[in-house]
């Protein structure tokens, strides 16, 4: 991608209103548009975050054997009715009327509506175990929208939902979400914290939050600091192995890490001291085992081995998608702007022409472009005629991992500058070895994705 040809709105102030950087650097770095509260326009640059996060969700939903559909954003009040949520929900549910003057709602979860689907078409035991997922719009009116995609009113979510005949098997599927969600936040370059969280009006005894540590997050936790010493890394695992499955819940969940809403100050005094850690941190994903409640009310149930008629166990699952751009952001950042862990990255490389229109600095730059772009990398090319300061501080804003500098004096000797955003090192080199070591520094994030 050309600069030149590129829409890439940057504001020079900084944002008045935004009250935290990531916030702040989503409107500098032209990633997003307020339309009304809690309610944003997604532009080019941070759709283009937003649709890796997705890539990364559904590959990792995938990978674990979930399977990928899509419901409406509107739907109906009766089967809310049914469940008994539409009262409960209160003034969170944005209501609407049709012309025909029917109740609708624009759905803030689907429970109900999936399950509806289910129970509709399962029947038999043989076709369970099921885990179905979208990722999709929702919508909570929020009392206080705020700090930009990270409480917002219409958000995107990953939401999923097992089926299965006993709680066992449920319980299984809780444990896999469990484990598909830490590699999915580490290839995000993330660090989530499963921590143990109060159930609310979703009801059911298990249920995890994924906390990303930062300043600026909402929630108190408490936790042992031996947690962040923990990987899950690049290990292999069977999904379909319960013991594998149920192996890594427990190393990840075995020690004290609790939000505020379920801290208990007598098992903290358990932890060693120095150990014991107080701070803030982001939800970025919950999971949910709660049984039969859904299924019953809602008429999900099948014919069990023994022939009889048996409610199915379910638990929900969910990942902040637009939030993560926030959090991503405010784990990984700068007073120069943004740095994208390379999993995510909007562009891989920056490159950057610091003599526009000068014949041997344009076609060494064309030449780099099309090589990279050939070894399956995305760039983004600096083409523009600016000034050298100019266009470092739009990288530095924007945040690429690397960035390759092409000039008149380098070139003379047959160099380029290759620069990691994260460290601010800059190296010399010929482009050809410039090129070799991006191809190598992001293989491994190649290699994790899966074929979808
Ligand atoms: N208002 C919001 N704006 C952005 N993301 C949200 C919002 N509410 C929830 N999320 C994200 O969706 C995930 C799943 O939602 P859920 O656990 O049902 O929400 P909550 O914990 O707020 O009831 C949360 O972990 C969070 O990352
Ligand atoms: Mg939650």
Request: hydrophobic content about 40%; overall charge negative.
């Amino acid at each position: 991608m050309r600069l030149t040809r590129y829409f890439l709105p940057v504001l020079k102030e900084t944002p008045a209103d935004a009250q935290i950087p990531s916030h702040r650097l989503m409107l500098r770095a032209g990633m997003i548009r307020q339309s009304a509260a809690g309610i944003y326009s997604w532009l080019p640059f941070g759709y283009r975050v937003l649709q890796r996060i997705e890539r990364i969700v559904h590959e990792e939903q995938q990978r674990a054997g979930h399977i990928p559909m899509l419901m409406p954003t509107l739907q109906s009040a009766d089967l809310w009715k049914q469940s008994g949520r539409y009262d409960a929900y209160g003034p969170e549910m944005l209501r609407i009327t049709d012309r025909h003057d029917r109740e609708m709602l624009y759905g803030p979860t689907n429970e109900e509506m999936i399950t509806d689907i289910v129970a509709n078409y399962v029947t038999s035991y043989k076709a369970l175990p099921l885990t179905l997922y979208h990722i999709q719009w929702k919508f909570r009116d929020e009392v206080r929208p705020r700090f930009g995609v990270m409480r917002g009113r219409e958000f995107l979510m990953k939401d999923g939902y097992n089926f299965d005949l006993t709680k066992e098997a449920a319980l299984h599927a809780y444990n896999r979400h469990l484990v598909s969600y830490l590699r999915t936040y580490e290839r995000m370059g993330l660090q989530a914290i499963p921590m143990r969280a109060d159930s609310g009006p979703i009801g059911g005894d298990y249920t995890h939050e994924f906390l990303v540590l930062a300043e600026t997050g909402e929630s108190e936790v408490f936790y042992d600091s031996e947690i962040t010493d923990l990987r899950f890394g690049d290990r292999a695992i069977d999904y379909d192995n319960e013991a594998q499955c149920q192996a890594v819940l427990s190393e990840f969940t075995s020690r004290y890490a609790r939000t505020d809403e379920t801290h208990d100050e007598a098992a903290f005094d358990e932890v060693p001291e120095a150990r014991r850690r107080t701070a803030r941190g982001i939800e970025v994903g919950q999971i949910f085992y709660f049984g039969t409640d859904y299924s019953e009310k809602l008429g999900a149930f099948v014919q069990n081995e023994a022939g009889a008629r048996v409610p199915l166990h379910m638990g929900s699952h969910g990942i902040g998608v637009s939030r993560l751009l926030g959090a991503i952001i405010e784990a990984s950042h700068d007073d120069k702007g943004i740095i994208w862990p390379e999993g995510v990255a909007p562009f891989e490389v920056g490159l950057v022409n610091l003599r526009q229109g000068d014949a041997s600095t344009d076609s060494a730059c064309e030449g780099i472009l099309r090589e990279l772009e050939a070894k399956g990398l995305s760039v983004l090319y600096d083409d523009r005629d600016e000034r050298a300061g100019g266009k470092f501080a739009t990288m530095d804003l924007i945040g690429l991992p690397w960035r390759i500098t092409v000039g008149p004096r380098g070139l003379a000797n047959g160099m380029v500058e290759l620069t990691s955003r994260r460290t601010g090192e800059s190296e010399e080199m010929t482009p050809e070895w410039a090129i070799k070591r991006l191809s190598e520094i992001y293989a491994p994030h190649h290699a994790a994705a899966l074929a979808i």
